[in-house]
Structures are given as structure tokens and as C-alpha cells.
């Protein structure tokens, strides 16, 4: 089945794509520390900071690992080095049963909650939960059944593409397109934790949204507030990052995530980048209109009589714009006065014989 490729993607009734607004989506992720009553705070701080919406990650230690001290199990080259990954999904991971106390609680401030799934189990249980999109991470953008399922929710799919090739993108997305889904977006996303700036690569987004014509945005997981911003002056559509109460508070993903007021920095910088970059325009805008006098013009500098030739002398090119264009002063240099005129006298086709 071919389907129609679309540039915006719809998420509870909210279109999403170039020019329109940018989507942005607070991840809680195990920034809650396993205390529900943090994670509702970490909602309420989402909603204050102007997030559109948040974001949950649905799995348990047993759905995405397997608890084993073997050698292959033991973290490597990241933030979480030395660790297990069956203990630290242990530690990270949100507890199913407040995921439907948590959406109903998002839906009530207005926001949007969705999640990603790990597993086709956390598949379904979203799908029953009402969420109105799913979120594919960037690990498991390689594990095409579980993108395939996914699809055949009929669901949005938003995927991180940390770490993968062209030619993995393209194949997750064709997985997706032959299940019969045309709502996708991508995500660009440096898969380290916290990503260095200069492995960001935000040049890539345009690039995939032509290579792929699909809306894109950005996971990010660098420090501080620069990247998304710049990331929408980009292109970017979707900009995802992770908020906490405090990086002071132990957790995983405490040291690049972002406090409540510096997410709500964020958002109004990129809502101001927005408005920034408005629409290609080559007249004047409203606020220029007053300034349109301030340009140069031909004025009479030195007083002059009647049937006196006009010279370098005594014309010249200077703010502010009530005299005729510069341009005409070649055609004007050697005729002369129709009558005697005064110094700072604006020059006019009426004062040329």
C-alpha cells in the first residue's frame, strides 16, 4: 500500500509543520525519581513554562532488558558508566499505574500526553490509554516490528534519529509508510547525554525534511536553551527536551535537563525566534514607515539665485528624504534655477528651469 505523504502532522487536533507554531513537548522521563507526587508537579511545571506537551517513556526493567550481571549488560562510554542496564531501568522507568492519573491530569491543563513505548505490551497499553500520538526513541528506530506495530495503531509516529544513517531513516519510515501511515514526523537528536554543542548538527534538519518531506523538529539533550532556538530558526517544528524540579535532585537524566523557569526561558525565546523570523517581505513593514523619510535626497545647501546652474556645490545628497531621489542628480548638474532658493530648501522638478 502506498500512502500519501503529508507535511504537517496532527496531533490532537493540533496541525503541525513549517511556519506553523512550534510543538513543544516537556519529557518527564525519570526526572520524577519514582515519587508520583513529583510527577505531578513535573506536569504542573510543564504547563507553567508553556509546554504544549508532555511526555512519558512506558517500560519496566523486564520489557526493555533482562536482569543479568553479564559483561554485555554493563554501561559503556556514556553518562550512566559502570551502571547495569536492569538496574538502571530499575531506577528510571515510570510505574504503568500513573499513567492514567498523570494524562488525565495533563488533559485538564491543557496539554497534550503521549509517550513511547518500548515493547509491542507498552504499544497497547498506550493505545487503550487514549494517548494521540506515539514517540519512537532513538535506540529503537532499528527495531522495525516494534515501528510497524506502532503504525498499525494509525496513531502520529514521531521518531528520534540519534545515532542512525540516511539509509536507517529511510527504512524505519518506508516500515511505517507500508503499515499505512502517512502522519510521521523526525526528530534530530544527538544521542549522548548531555550532547557537546558541537556534535549537534542542526544543519541536518533542514536537510531531512527535504530529503524525507516530513515535518522536522528536535530531541534535545544538550545544555542550556541555545540549540533549540537555533534549531527553529532552522526549521525545526517539534522541539523536545527534558524538564526536572531540580538538577540538584539525583536521577539519570537530572544533569541535562532543564528547571522549570529555564524551560520556561526557552519556550518564550523560541516563540520569540518565531516572530523573528516572520515571511520573506521585500517592502517596508509598519514599523519602517516612519523611518522612510529618514533617506537621503537632493537638498539645496547653499542659497541660490534665480537662473543660477546647479553644481556640486550647491546640491547635494544628504537625510532627510523630502527632496527629489538621488538618482536624478546626474540629469540635474548644470541645469538651472527657476528662481532664487534658499539653503535647506528640499529640491523639487518646479525649482529646475
Known amino acids: 500500500m502506498r500512502c500519501r505523504v503529508t507535511p504537517t502532522l496532527e496531533i490532537a487536533g493540533r496541525l503541525i509543520g513549517s511556519?506553523?507554531?512550534?510543538?513543544?513537548?516537556?519529557?518527564?522521563?525519570?526526572?520524577?525519581g519514582q515519587r508520583i507526587e513529583d510527577a505531578i508537579r513535573l506536569v504542573e511545571a510543564a504547563k507553567q513554562a508553556g509546554a504544549d506537551a508532555v511526555k512519558l517513556q512506558t517500560y519496566t526493567p523486564d520489557t526493555i532488558t533482562i536482569d543479568s550481571d553479564a559483561e554485555w549488560f554493563q554501561i559503556k562510554g556514556t553518562a550512566w558508566d559502570g551502571r547495569n542496564?536492569?538496574?538502571l531501568?530499575?531506577?528510571?522507568?515510570?510505574?504503568w499505574e500513573w499513567h492514567p492519573s498523570l494524562k488525565a491530569l495533563a488533559t485538564d491543563l491543557g496539554l497534550d500526553f503521549f509517550s513511547t513505548p518500548f515493547d509491542?505490551?507498552?504499544v497497547d497499553f498506550l493505545d487503550q490509554l487514549g494517548v494521540p500520538a506515539f514517540k519512537i526513541a532513538s535506540c529503537e528506530l532499528v527495531d522495525l516490528p516494534l515501528i510497524k506495530r506502532v503504525a498499525r495503531s494509525g496513531l502520529p509516529m514521531i521518531l528520534s534519529t540519534g545515532m542512525a544513517t540516511l539509509g536507517e531513516i529511510e527504512e524505519a519510515l518506508q516500515v511505517a509508510r507500508s503499515a499505512g501511515l502517512s502522519q510521521i514526523a523526525l526528530l534530530k537528536c544527538t544521542a549522548a547525554y548531555p550532547a557537546p554543542a558541537d556534535e549537534m548538527n542542526l544543519r541536518t534538519i533542514p536537510h531531512l525534511a527535504e530529503a524525507f518531506h516530513v515535518p522536522v523538529g528536535l530531541s534535545d539533550h544538550s545544555l542550556g536553551i541555545v540549540t533549540p532556538v537555533a534549531a527553529v530558526?532552522?526549521?525545526?517544528?517539534?522541539?523536545?527536551?527534558?524538564?526536572?524540579?531540580s538538577r540538584d535532585f539525583p536521577g539519570p537524566d537530572s544533569a541535562?535537563?532543564?528547571e522549570p523557569l529555564e524551560f520556561k526561558a526557552m519556550v518564550e525565546a523560541v516563540r520569540l525566534a518565531e516572530q523573528t523570523l516572520g515571511e520573506v517581505r521585500y517592502t517596508p513593514t509598519e514599523s519602517e514607515m516612519a523611518s522612510r523619510i529618514y533617506r537621503r535626497s537632493l537638498f539645496v545647501v547653499r542659497t541660490m539665485q534665480a537662473g543660477e546652474a546647479f553644481t556640486v556645490?550647491?546640491?547635494?545628497?544628504?537625510?532627510?528624504?523630502?527632496?527629489?531621489?538621488?538618482?536624478?542628480?546626474?540629469?540635474?548638474?548644470?541645469?538651472?534655477?527657476a528662481r532664487a532658493i534658499e539653503a535647506g530648501t528640499p529640491l523639487?522638478?518646479?525649482?529646475i528651469a
Not at 20 to 31: D, G, K, Q, R
Not at 89 to 95: D, S
Open 19 to 32: 511556519g506553523l507554531p512550534t510543538y513543544i513537548v516537556a519529557e518527564i522521563s525519570a526526572n520524577h
Open 85 to 87: 542496564l536492569y538496574r
Open 89 to 95: 531501568y530499575e531506577e528510571a522507568y515510570t510505574p
Open 120 to 122: 509491542p505490551s507498552a
Open 233 to 245: 530558526a532552522l526549521g525545526a517544528c517539534i522541539v523536545e527536551k527534558h524538564i526536572t524540579l
Open 256 to 258: 541535562f535537563s532543564l
Open 313 to 337: 556645490g550647491n546640491i547635494r545628497s544628504i537625510r532627510p528624504g523630502h527632496g527629489l531621489p538621488t538618482k536624478h542628480i546626474e540629469e540635474i548638474l548644470g541645469r538651472h534655477a
Open 348 to 351: 523639487s522638478w518646479d525649482l
